[in-house]
């Protein structure tokens, strides 16, 4: 069965702390993965995407890494801010099949002051 | 460039009665999709339009939802009745084709609340 599993669940963390988010997918095969930031009361809005190839992409204090290896990807965020609290869902797109995604549960940030 | 406009933002009904939903995609995009996501868990496909026809609706609940993309531009949701576990916020996205690497834009939700 695809699925994509993230941990935690939920997370609390200082502003100006780091912190990791993970995300694992057993989805097959394999054509890229994407972490979405959903705000509360928006729709998910796309951070990063890796291809197969691709093993690191940043986008400002967002780092997101892959490993195709042992299906494992990780986002990373730098010295947070109070607007990065939101939900960070990891989805996975399935090659040869349209553009159908398995979404994770996602990771709920708050950052406090 | 304007997102994905959806409508309304809210609507609070009760069982057993009807709603619909309207959403325009982004300008140009062939490939309109439409999301359930339950509070705290991702979103579920319900269906997915190329144009005017349906790509997948296997996860759509056909005997009380329905969606339609009559013109290939705009489209509609509707459930009809609805039931409690129909709560949830309803996303529209759209995409350029249906190609996986095509980025989903994400409209801002229905968030319906069935009493």
């Known amino acids: 069965k695809n699925q994509v599993e993230q941990s935690p669940q939920s997370l609390i963390i200082l502003e100006g702390k780091n912190c990791t988010l993970q995300c694992n997918y057993t989805v097959s095969p394999f054509s890229n993965l994407r972490w979405y930031k959903q705000d509360t009361g928006r729709g998910p809005v796309s951070l990063t995407i890796m291809t197969f190839s691709e093993n690191t992409k940043s986008n400002g204090r967002y780092t997101a890494t892959l490993d195709a290896d042992t299906k494992q990807s990780s986002l990373h965020i730098t010295a947070s801010q109070l607007s990065d609290s939101a939900s960070y869902i990891c989805?996975?797109?399935?090659?040869?099949?349209?553009?159908?995604?398995?979404f994770g549960g996602g990771t709920r940030l708050m950052v406090k002051p | 460039e304007a997102g994905v406009a959806q409508s309304p933002r809210y609507k609070i009904i009760e069982k057993r009665q009807s709603v619909a939903f309207w959403c325009n995609p982004i300008s140009g995009h062939a490939t309109l999709y439409w999301y359930q996501q339950i509070l705290g868990q991702g979103p579920k496909l319900l269906i997915q339009?190329?144009?005017?026809?349906?790509?997948?609706d296997s996860q759509l609940p056909k005997d009380r939802f329905s969606a339609e993309r009559l013109k290939g531009v705009d489209s509609t949701l509707k459930i009809q009745p609805a039931k409690l576990e129909d709560s949830a916020v309803y996303l529209c996205a759209s995409s350029w084709t249906r190609g996986a690497h095509n980025e989903q834009f994400f409209g801002p939700g229905t968030r319906l609340t069935v009493l």
């Open positions: 989805v996975v797109s399935k090659n040869n099949a349209g553009n159908m995604l398995t």
């Open positions: 339009f190329q144009n005017n026809g349906v790509v997948d």
